[in-house]
């Protein structure tokens, strides 16, 4: 269905404006800075990340851009409104998925989509049939009309992101998407976000999965402590932070030395990062290092050599785990 003249969604003028423009963006609790000055843009279409543990900032900036939260300082645009005058318009053109799932459980599964949609002024035929074609999305059409407490994990997230979308959102913000699901929940969850953004959906997301901001994100902001320190594809940043791969050694409860393991092994390391329960050796060829630990006289309890990841690029810029 083409879209009307009116739709606010009909390219104009500042059609290559972002959708999401935040300078300097502070949030304040008290003394506490939540989150400091942050600069960033999302533009229509993408998928942006925001990486980081449980603490970072990333829930208080998903709000302030949700007209959840108003902000303390900067300057933020959303969908080229101000939160702090226009968060109605805002709240009305997106939809927001956060940690916990908050349905009626006991009421059904089409129920809780269609009392939803009534909150955005929509016909009741309208919201039916635009349920019906969630449910079907969601892989819930099975179970309208079982309640929603039996349900398991999964598929209550698969309805809470449902539900976000009843008013069919230019943007959705998703908070921890996947935390508390298990591996093969994760992945259909992904598989839908997927969808989504095929459709040109905008999408949000907070995590602090590494795994998750890879297969999801066109581009991600590193947060620690309420900065944003890295920004840039998953790639370009594992590319400007890290190294190709990394060996991970580890030594058993005796643990070992760092310095006595990678002594000598300069040009074939360039960074070490001794954690509690192993020993990471950053380099471009993990098998030629491993070989070198080896020839040295040391033996691992085991060894494994991977590809670097988003958690190696955080423990570079913080000095510190994404699971911390």
């Keep these: ?48 990340g925001l ?58 599964v089409l129920d809780n989509l269609m009392i939803y949609g009534r909150y955005f002024d929509m016909p009741r035929k309208v919201i039916r049939q635009r349920a019906e074609q969630l449910l079907e999305f969601a892989q819930l059409t099975e179970r309208a009309h079982d309640k929603v407490d039996p349900l398991s994990g999964g598929m209550k997230r698969r309805l809470t992101i449902a539900r976000a979308l ?45 795994d998750e901001a890879e297969q999801l994100c066109d581009r991600l902001a590193v947060m620690d402590g309420g900065r944003l320190a890295a920004e ?17 050694l580890r030594f058993g409860t005796a643990g070992a030395d760092p310095a006595d393991v990678v002594g000598g092994l300069d040009g074939l390391v360039q960074r070490v990062e001794a954690l509690p329960d192993r020993l990471l050796l950053y380099t471009e060829d993990g098998e030629a290092v491993l070989a070198e630990v080896h020839r ?15 958690e190696d690029v955080f423990l570079h810029l913080t000095g510190r785990s994404l699971v911390d």
């Design 166 to 210: 009843v008013s069919d959102p230019e943007l959705l913000i998703l908070d921890e998407p996947t935390t508390g699901l298990d591996p093969q929940a994760r992945h259909l969850l992904w598989d839908r976000l997927y969808r989504l953004k095929q459709q040109g959906v905008t999408l949000v997301i907070t995590t602090h999965y590494m």
């Design 1 to 48: 269905m083409p879209p009307r003249p009116d739709d606010p969604r009909v390219p104009g003028p500042d059609d290559g404006a972002p959708l999401v423009l935040a300078r300097g963006l502070t949030k304040r609790f008290g003394d506490f800075v939540a989150v400091d000055g942050i600069d960033l843009e999302i533009a229509r279409g993408e998928s942006y």
């Design 51 to 108: 990486l980081g543990p449980n603490g970072a900032g990333k829930t208080s900036t998903m709000r302030m851009i949700a007209c959840m939260s108003p902000v303390s300082g900067g300057v933020l645009r959303v969908l080229g409104l101000d939160p702090a005058t226009d968060g109605a318009r805002i709240r009305g053109r997106i939809g927001v998925v956060p940690q916990e799932d908050t349905l009626d459980l006991e009421l059904t």
């Design 232 to 248: 840039g594809s998953p790639r370009q940043l594992i590319e400007r932070y890290s190294t190709r791969e990394v060996l991970e």
């Design 296 to 310: 040295r006289g040391r033996t691992p309890e085991s060894a494994l050599v991977r590809r670097s990841t988003l």
